[in-house]
Every structure is written in C-alpha cells, then in structure tokens.
T-cell receptor
Framework: GAVVSQHPSRVICKSGTSVKIECRSL??????MFWYRQFPKQSLMLMAT?????????EQGVEKDKFLINHASLTLSTLTVTSAHPEDSSFYICSARRILNTEAFFGQGTRLTVV | QQPVQSPQAVILREGEDAVINCSSSKALYSVHWYRQKHGEAPVFLMI?????EQKGHEKISASFNEKKQQSSLYLTASQLSYSGTYFCGTEMSRNSGYALNFGKGTSLLVTP
C-alpha cells in the first residue's frame, strides 16, 4: 500500500508554544488530507479536511486559529497547534488519499504532550 | 456526522465468526472499513461505494445496503491476528465537499 509519513511521532512542548506536525504522502499525490484527533481507546475525531491549494474545511467545534492547517503541495500537509495548552495533549493522526472513491492511508500519528 | 457502530466490543474464540455493523441516518457516499491495533495507525480493509455492493478478501467481507445507510463487516473463522479495533468511516456529500468521519469503533478480541 501507499506510504504516509507523519513527523514527529512524539513531541513535548511547553504551554503557550506552538508545534508543527507534518504529514507527507511519500509515493503518491494526495489531493485530500484529513486530520484527526484520537483520545485513548476512543474514535478518530475528524478535525479538518484539506484539499491541495485551498483552505481547509474545519469541523464544528474545531478552532481554526488554534489548529492551523496548510496543504501547500500534493504531498505535504501541516497542522500547527498554536499557543498549546495541556488540554491540547492528544494523539493527532493524518490520512491522505489520491482522489475521491479511493482508500485513505494513515500516518503513524503524533503524540503531543503539553506541559 | 459520526456513524453509529455496534457492538462496542466482541470477544471471540479462534475460529468463530463476528459481524460489526455501521449505520447512518442519511444516505452515504461511501463506507470505508479499517482495523487499528494498539499503538499503530489504522489499516485499510475495504471501501464500498454502491448500494447493494458486497466485497470480500479472504475471510473478511463487507456489505453496503441498497439505501446506502448501513454497512456490515463480516469476519469468518476468526484468527488471533484479527484482534484490534475496527472502525467504519463514512462519507456524505456536503457543500464543502466530502469528509471521512469514523464511528466509535468496535474492539475485537480473539482468544485461543
């Protein structure tokens, strides 16, 4: 299957700082990338959908100014958690797909801890 | 809009069968099934696009009903490696495009 690389896998940051997470499709061009947040033993909560070259579509309740998403190219999307607080600590995971009607491939996820 | 998944958890003996259901109150564009093992990324199993479609791979298959509001995943003659959490992902058409939302997951444990 296709490979999606997510970096970093783990990050610890101080409260008030910003953290950038990268999601790369290594062997295919992804027109759409999805960003999820997953709490322990819970489901994948969709945060936003990003299409290359256009603004991300955020789900209800997700703060656009806090979770900045950029999909600058067909192989890279970034999620920046701005002014992080301890309640932002979570597992963030991205997925990418070539086009509609095809499977989405997941990155390995990023464990964010805000202290 | 999150699909409703059932059951929440299943414990099977090796060789037994299981069915996991996924439903939505509105017609779906597609249904995706994934399996996630602890500490790992979800792995794609299959995607269904058409009402009435059935698809399978070895001993894991899935169906999508005619109204495209309900899908089931069938695990037959379960193996230890089937253990994990199964998620259905659903897509609906909306003004801003398509979004892939997941159910709460079904935890499956296969015991020897």
């Amino acid at each position: 299957g296709a490979v999606v690389s997510q970096h970093p896998s783990r990050v610890i940051c101080k409260s008030g700082t910003s953290v950038k997470i990268e999601c790369r499709s290594l062997d295919f061009q992804a027109t759409t990338m999805f960003w999820y947040r997953q709490f322990p033993k819970q489901s994948l909560m969709l945060m936003a959908t990003s299409n290359e070259g256009s603004k991300a579509t955020y789900e209800q309740g997700v703060e656009k100014d806090k979770f900045l998403i950029n999909h600058a190219s067909l192989t890279l999307s970034t999620l920046t958690v701005t002014s992080a607080h301890p309640e932002d600590s979570s597992f963030y995971i991205c997925s990418a797909r070539r086009i509609l009607n095809t499977e989405a491939f997941f990155g390995q996820g990023t464990r964010l801890t805000v202290v | 809009q999150q699909p409703v998944q059932s059951p929440q958890a299943v414990i099977l003996r090796e060789g037994e069968d299981a069915v996991i259901n996924c439903s939505s109150s509105k017609a779906l564009y597609s249904v995706h099934w994934y399996r996630q093992k602890h500490g790992e990324a979800p792995v794609f199993l299959m995607i269904l696009l058409k009402g009435g479609e059935q698809k399978g791979h070895e001993k894991i298959s899935a169906s999508f009903n005619e109204k495209k509001q309900q899908s089931s995943l069938y695990l037959t003659a379960s193996q230890l490696s089937y253990s994990g959490t199964y998620f259905c992902g659903t897509e609906m058409s909306r003004n801003s495009g398509y979004a892939l939302n997941f159910g709460k997951g079904t935890s499956l444990l296969v015991t020897p």
